[in-house]
C-alpha cells in the first residue's frame, strides 16, 4: 500500500479523498494556489505546496507543477480528483513515464474513449445506440471545420449542442438552436474546453430534451473483476451541471435496469479498464429507449450519493486498486439497502439565473443527525474564490424508502446556514418540495419547466418588502 499520495485538486474533493487516505493511514500532500492557502483541504493534508497563482493553467492544469510538487513531497501516487487534469491522458502517460502511480485507469483505456467521438464509435462497435451527431474525428474553428460543423447541424437537425472533446461532466458545452447561433457556440466551447481542459477541438450533437440523465457506477480491477453499484438518476440541472443526485432512480424499470448495467460493464471490459468510471445514458421515459451519453474515466462529483446506498467506499476501492489488490466486492455483494439523495450546494444567486457570487463565509451551519452526510470543502472565515467552481459542499440524506431520504434531507436544508454569501439553498429547498420532483418523473428541463429560478425571485423580492 502506498506511504504517501499527492491529492491533486481542491475543495471537497480534495477533502474527500484527504479523509479517505487518513482512514487508511496514508499520508497526504496537496496543492494549493495564493487564493485558496486558507481553504479547507490546505489545513488537512499533511504537507501542503504553493503552485503559485489563481491561474488554472499555471497551476492546477500544470502538469509540471504538479510532478515538481510529487518529486518535494516522496509520494508514490497521485489523486487527481475529478475536473483539472483527471481526465487527461497525457497527464496519465506522463505519470507512467515517471513512475507514479496515478489513482485512475491507464492512459491506453482512456485513450479508447478520449477524445470523446471516439467513444461513439466503440458505443457502435458494442451495438449500443448512441445520440445522433458527428462521429469523426474532433471538429476545428477553421474554415474548412465550420463549413464541416454546418453540414453536420442541417444533416442531424437544429437544435444542436456543441460538446468539448476534452471535457466532462456538462462543463464547456454550448447550444446552436439555428445557424445564426452556431458561429458563436462553436467560438464558445473552443475557448472553454482550450482553458479548462487544455483542447479546444469539439464535435457535435443533436440536442435531446426532456430525458433522464442515468449514469452507473463500474469499478474494475487489474485482475479482471469488474462489477457496477448501480445507477444514479442525475437529472436536476442547469446549464448541463448536475444540481441534485438520487440512488436509485425511481421509475427506472428492473428490466432497463438490468440493461443498462449489463451496457455498462460491456463497455469496461472493451476499454480493459481498470479502477472507477462512470457510463452516462440518456433516458427517455415516454418511448423507453436509452442512449449513450459519455464515459467518464475517473470520480464523479456525486459518487457520494452511491456510496451511501451501497455502503461502498469508492474512492478507498480507487485507492486499493491502483495498488494492485483485487475489488473487496464482486457483484452478488451489491446489494442497495438504501434510497440516498444528495443536494450540491454552491456560492450561486439562483435569482439572477445562478451567477457565480463568490465572498466570505461569516458564519457557518452544518445540520447533524441520523441519515445525514456532508463532504464539504469551506469553513468559517472561507473567501470563495472567483476563479474555481463553485461548489461549496455536498450534502447527502438516505432512508429505507424515497420518502424517509427525501424528508432527512428536506431537515438538513432547513438546518444549514451559511452566511457571508448567496448560495442556491433557495432553489433546493424549492425543488424537493416541488410536486413533480416527489413524484421522481421529472426530467432535465425540471428547473425551466416549474419555473424554479422565478419562483426563487419572487421570494427575493416578497423578503425584501
Known sequence: MFKKILVANRGEIAVRVIRTCRDMGIRTATVYTDVDADALHVRLADEVYSIGAADVGNSYLNPEKIFEVARASQADAVHPGYGFLAENPDFVEMCEQRGLTFIGPPSRSMRKVKPKHIARELMRLLNIPVVPGHAQNPLTSTIA?????????EGIGYPVLIKPSGGGGGIGMAIARNREELDDAVRTVEVRGQKLFGVA???VEKLITNFKHIEFQVLADKHGNVIHLGER?????RRFQK???EAPCSIL????RMKMGAAAL???LAMQYVNAMTVEFFYTPQTQEFYFNEVNTRLQVEHCVTEVTTGVDIVKEQIRIAADEP?????DDIIRHRYAIECRVTAEDVSRNFLPAPGTVTSLQL?????????????QGYRVPFYYDPLLLKIMAWGKTRDEALQRMKRGLSEMRIEGIQTNLPFHRLALNDDLFQTGAYTTDFIQRQRIVERVREQVKAAKK
Open 145 to 153: 471545420g465550420l463549413r464541416q460543423v454546418e453540414e453536420v447541424a
Open 201 to 203: 477541438a469539439f464535435y
Open 233 to 237: 438518476d442525475c437529472s436536476v440541472q
Open 243 to 245: 444540481l441534485i443526485e
Open 253 to 256: 424499470s428492473p428490466r432497463l
Open 266 to 268: 460491456d463497455i469496461a
Open 327 to 331: 475489488l473487496a466486492y464482486n457483484q
Open 367 to 379: 445540520p447533524h443527525g441520523i441519515g445525514l452526510r456532508i463532504d464539504e470543502g469551506i469553513h
